[in-house]
């Protein structure tokens, strides 16, 4: 009898002892859920702060922002650029570095050639033309017009004022230049056969002279046929 009771002592104890081991393990399950809980819910608060903060910096910077088009053809005539977004705009002449002009773009369904740019690592190279200021909808016509040529940004440091007028670029202000779909490109031969579209070499070389002598000089010896 005493042998029993001895066991069953035995067996009691050692159910306590599996049920403290279930109870420290549970409670350690629940310490460790806990802790990622809280791992969780910190890179939540931080990741949303970010977003909030990425948020609230570029609707600060758009407010702020000025966006301005290179133009560099039929654009630098005051004329032709009242006619495209309907205002009167301040234009102020500049010259790009990097930046190669030719008649290298086909026009109406490739009958006729106008000017494109490209991108060039001369140190020589280099390209006249003018800063316009614009709003959303402005660019937006001005890129509806431009269907044969895509949008890219151009950096600031490009840029200088020998013209004799000058803006102050903030570094939150965006430029922008068109460059010739690949689609529209002409080649040396191509351009060579294809004239000038009428009275657009007209348009360009009247913009180039109502800007001064300076403006129209470097406008004729950076433009390659």
């Known amino acids: 009898m005493k042998k029993v009771k001895k066991e069953k002592q035995q067996e009691k104890q050692q ?19 806990c802790l990622d809980l809280c791992a969780m819910s910190t890179t939540f608060v931080m990741s949303t702060t970010f977003v909030m903060f990425t948020t609230f910096v570029l609707f600060f910077k758009s407010i702020y922002m000025s966006i301005y088009v290179f133009g560099y053809g039929s654009l630098i005539n005051k004329n032709e650029l009242i006619k495209e977004i309907h205002k009167n705009k301040n234009i102020i002449p500049v ?12 026009s109406k369904g490739g009958k006729y050639k106008v000017l494109g740019v490209r991108n060039s690592s001369s140190s020589k190279a280099e390209c006249n033309g003018v800063l316009v200021k614009v709003n959303k909808e402005e660019l937006a016509e001005l890129i509806e017009r431009e269907k044969n040529y895509s949008i890219k940004p151009i950096k600031k440091d490009r840029l200088s004022f020998p013209y004799g007028k000058e803006v102050e670029l903030k ?3 965006q430029l ?9 490109k002409l080649t040396k031969t191509e351009s ?3 004239p000038i579209r009428p009275n657009y070499l007209n348009i360009c070389l009247e913009g180039a002279k109502a800007l001064g002598e300076d403006f129209f000089n470097d406008f004729i010896e950076t433009t390659q046929e």
């Open 15 to 33: 159910e306590k002892q599996l049920e403290k081991l279930q109870k420290e393990k549970q409670q350690q399950e629940n310490r460790e859920i």
């Open 192 to 194: 060579e056969r294809i």
């Open 171 to 173: 570094n939150e202000d």
């Open 95 to 106: 010259l790009v570095k990097g930046l190669k002009r030719s008649f290298n773009v086909s």
């Open 176 to 184: 922008f230049c068109f460059y010739p779909e690949t689609l529209f």
